[in-house]
């Protein structure tokens, strides 16, 4: 049983561990348990696995009317994770973050059945935090993560990704073709994630006309809230090489195509990105627990694989930043080598040894 979901960052990684399993265990029974509402109910039978709901919820840090109905939730919660480890009979179950892993977890381990969690970001989640003590394996993308676990179930394995991008090879000309782009002007992507950004947007606006006119081009996936005002927006500024998109399905053309990269620093981001190995301006959101997407950024900044452009400076600095990392000769290419130097692309293969260790 796969546990976990609420966002993309911890859905994705998840259904990688399930393709993994199933490649080395043709014959095995997959169940993953998400949250009700949540897009892990959708997302995961489109992948092609079965998913049952429990109706937990975050509590809220701040007062709100809804914690009172968390205690309730958590409890049915907790009663239908035992039904459904009862009817399943699971030989393990992962935990990769998120309001369902906490249940389904508590209650195997309760049983003593084999967990393992899989934590995305630099700064651990509240939930794995919580069901680390009894964990029996805890894989981490970043050094550094006994601060928050026993040091003696961590391993190091890095964020499972998508495959199509582990090998990008001969496809820029493909990617350029797809997306329509310029053969001779540089390519930035820019990803604020399925929903969007609305700081990167901004800052694309305020310096769109001054990137068409310095030579570069734009492929931006400004996301499915700001599709609409931002098609509009550039529609009027009749500029010929700001191309946007309200989400990017084929990534590797897009990541194929792209000279330097503008992203949010969310944990899948991240990983995707280090297999890429472009060099990449991120611009951490502030919205997120103990600001962990500084925190992953970091990780690459301090090791001089990427460059930080803080959220609350965005806007106006897009393309002096990039001006300012093509002006030394060679920076782009050591960022973008250095950053591939810290990726690690067998992630899904180790968590799965992982998964057969704690079963043996």
């Not at 393709?19 to 892990?40: D, R, S, T």
């Not at 007062?63 to 994770?81: A, G, T």
């Not at 970001?121 to 805890?138: E, F, H, Q, R, V």
């Amino acid at each position: 049983m796969i546990s976990g979901g609420g966002t993309g960052g911890h859905i994705y990684p998840a259904i990688a561990i399930a393709n993994a399993w199933k490649e080395k265990h043709p014959g095995a029974e997959i169940l993953f348990v998400g949250a009700e509402g949540k897009m892990e109910m959708q997302k995961v039978p489109e992948a092609g696995y079965k998913i049952e709901g429990l109706t937990v919820a975050g509590l809220q840090r701040s007062l709100s009317l809804s914690n009172l109905s968390f205690p309730f939730k958590l409890l049915k919660s907790i009663n239908k994770s035992k039904k459904l480890l009862k009817d399943f009979q699971p030989e393990a179950v992962v935990g990769v973050g998120g309001y369902a892993s906490g249940p389904l977890l508590y209650v195997a381990q309760g049983r003593g059945i084999p967990t393992l969690l899989q934590e995305q970001n630099s700064y651990a989640g509240l939930t794995n935090k919580l069901l680390a003590k009894k964990a029996n394996a805890i894989c981490v993308a970043y050094p550094g993560m006994d601060k928050f676990f026993p040091k003696s179930k961590i391993k190091l394995t890095g964020n499972p990704v998508r495959k199509d991008i582990l090998n990008l090879k001969g496809k820029r000309e493909k990617g350029l073709d797809h997306f329509g782009l310029d053969r001779n002007r540089k390519v930035l992507l820019v990803l604020g994630g399925s929903l969007g950004a609305r700081t990167i947007n901004q800052a694309l606006l305020a310096d769109m006309e001054a990137l068409e006119n310095s030579g570069y081009q734009v492929l931006w996936q400004c996301g499915k809230f700001y599709f609409s005002e931002m098609k509009d927006k550039v529609s009027l500024s009749s500029l010929q090489h700001i191309h946007v998109r309200e989400f990017i399905k084929e990534m590797d053309l897009a990541y194929a195509a792209a000279d330097v990269v503008v992203s949010r620093a969310g944990a899948l981001s991240v990983s995707e990105l280090s297999l890429v190995g472009k060099p990449v301006i991120f611009i951490p959101s502030p919205n997120v627990a103990e600001d962990h997407q500084t925190k992953n950024a970091l990780a690459y900044v301090n090791r001089d694989a990427a460059i930080l452009l803080k959220d609350s400076e965005a806007v106006g600095k897009v393309k002096n930043t990039l001006d300012s990392l093509f002006a030394e000769v060679g920076k782009a290419k050591e960022i973008g080598e250095n950053m591939k130097s810290m990726a690690k692309s067998n992630a899904a293969e180790e968590i799965i040894q992982a998964l057969d260790d704690i079963i043996a």
